[in-house]
């Protein structure tokens, strides 16, 4: 477990570098999570895509499956991996907040 | 640390649904990873890319330990298609897609999909046949060409 500063906020980070804490993560930490992963600034796109998993998890326990995430989510899979290059379900899931997904799909 | 996995060309070559279900979820995997994905498909490997067939791909029940049902039961007619269906129940439950949804999301998602030349030429078969997220026909030489960096998994 490492803590670290983010937007003015101590938090602590898991072993995969996500949010220990779903209670500590709000919008300005979002903002900060996706500056490090090299998204300048969230869009209302990428917060569809947030939301959408956020709320999957909280009712699931984990974050949905890519197949789900563009079926329901309203954001097509080309959509998605243009808002999060590189590793949407991985990136989209710390910035949500969330821990790593656990799903092969 | 060892470096990370940048690039994985994978080479499918069996046609039976778990022949060519391993490759799929491989190379879909490294694109929600980042990884650069490329999908050969070789002998009948090509029937997950052949248009009219992609969707009806079979459990083998003859031949196949694994299936843990003696051979002589898994010739009887409609066992194939049995196994098939349950299977196909399974993966659904998992949210895995058909073979068809799922090669379309492969390259949507980025990933390169190209078909053998000599197992295209072997089979009498033209771009046409294929679907049309395939995006070449391609020898073998162009395949190692291409994948230049990457690991290659053949399956």
């Not at chain 2, 391993?22 to 498909?41: D, K, S, V, W």
Request: charged share 25%.
């Amino acid at each position: 477990m490492e803590t670290r500063d983010i937007a003015g906020t101590s938090l602590a980070f898991d072993a995969d570098g996500n949010l220990a804490n779903l209670s500590d993560w709000n919008e300005e930490i979002a903002a900060a999570l996706a500056q490090e992963e090299g998204i300048d600034a969230l869009t209302d796109r990428h917060w569809i895509v947030l939301n959408f998993m956020r709320k999957e998890y909280q009712e699931n326990g984990d974050a949905p499956s890519i197949r789900k995430l563009t079926k329901q989510s309203g954001v097509d899979t080309k959509e998605l991996y243009a808002l999060f290059p590189k590793g949407p379900a991985k990136k989209a899931a710390r910035i949500a907040g969330l821990p790593k997904p656990k799903g092969c799909i | 640390m060892a470096e990370p996995i940048e690039k994985v060309s994978i080479v499918v070559s069996r046609g039976s649904l778990e022949g060519v279900y391993p490759g799929l979820i491989m190379a879909n995997g490294a694109r929600m990873e980042g990884i650069e994905a490329t999908l050969f498909f070789t002998f009948f490997g090509l029937d997950a890319i052949i248009k009219k067939r992609m969707d009806n791909l079979k459990v083998a029940t003859v031949g196949n330990p694994a299936m843990h049902i003696p051979t002589v039961l898994g010739a009887i007619p409609g066992m194939s298609s049995f196994a098939t269906s349950k299977m196909k129940k399974e993966m659904e439950e998992l949210d895995i897609p058909p073979v068809g949804e799922f090669i379309e999301m492969i390259h949507d998602a980025g990933g390169e999909l190209y078909a053998c030349k000599a197992t295209v030429d072997m089979f009498h078969l033209t771009k046409n046949d294929f679907c049309p997220q395939v995006d070449d026909i391609i020898s073998v030489g162009q395949f190692y060409e291409m994948s230049a960096g990457a690991q290659i998994i053949f399956t």
